[in-house]
């Protein structure tokens, strides 16, 4: 893992720590932010009760195979995804907001999903859609805490006023469950971060 520089993760927002009694905290000692790569099993897990987490993580889909069904490759960061697949767009009109690999809704168009182990205080992620979008944050209870709105479609070389890649971000101390909603649309999301 390597590290990223504090200053590029600024529009993100603080982490604050969990103050619950029966949630486990994480070990902040290591404070670094850091690019998440692919988990493909190989990792030693830790039977420690406490975990540790960085406050700030990046995804990196670029070690992602084209049309591989992402699920659980990055579960050893706290997060897992539903209805999502990584694809390099061949289409121009959903560009990759850095290096090729994206994630896409599929096989349910438009809808993606994030669901987190430990609660999460922020996630951002930059969206192309050809529709309205909405990136709504749930708590554990399933209820709707926070939301953030792609007001049109955002299509590269479209006379959308919204540009393409468009960073969405949702903030709130109690997120276990994040989801981007294309309606009748579909949509790309790129750069996924969230912070403990």
Known sequence: MSSVPAQSWDTLGTVARSTEVDRPMYNR????NVIATVDR?????????????PPRVHL???GL????????????????????IAVSPSNPAYPAHSNEIVLMGAPKSGFLELTFDRPVQFVAGYVTSSRFTAMSAY?????????????????ANSNSSVQPNQQL???SPDIHR???????????????????
């Open 29 to 32: 000692s290591n404070r670094k």
């Open 41 to 53: 099993g190989n990792s030693p897990t830790s039977e420690a009760p406490v975990q540790e987490f």
């Open 60 to 62: 990196n889909f670029e």
């Open 65 to 84: 195979t084209r049309f591989e069904v992402v699920r659980d490759q990055y579960k050893q960061y706290g997060i897992h995804f539903d209805n999502a």
């Open 139 to 155: 708590n554990h209870l399933g209820q709707t805490i926070t939301r953030a709105e792609l007001p049109a479609a955002n299509l």
């Open 169 to 171: 971000i949702v903030r």
């Open 178 to 196: 994040v989801t981007f909603y294309a309606f009748d649309g579909e949509l790309v999301v790129d750069d996924i971060s969230f912070g403990y």
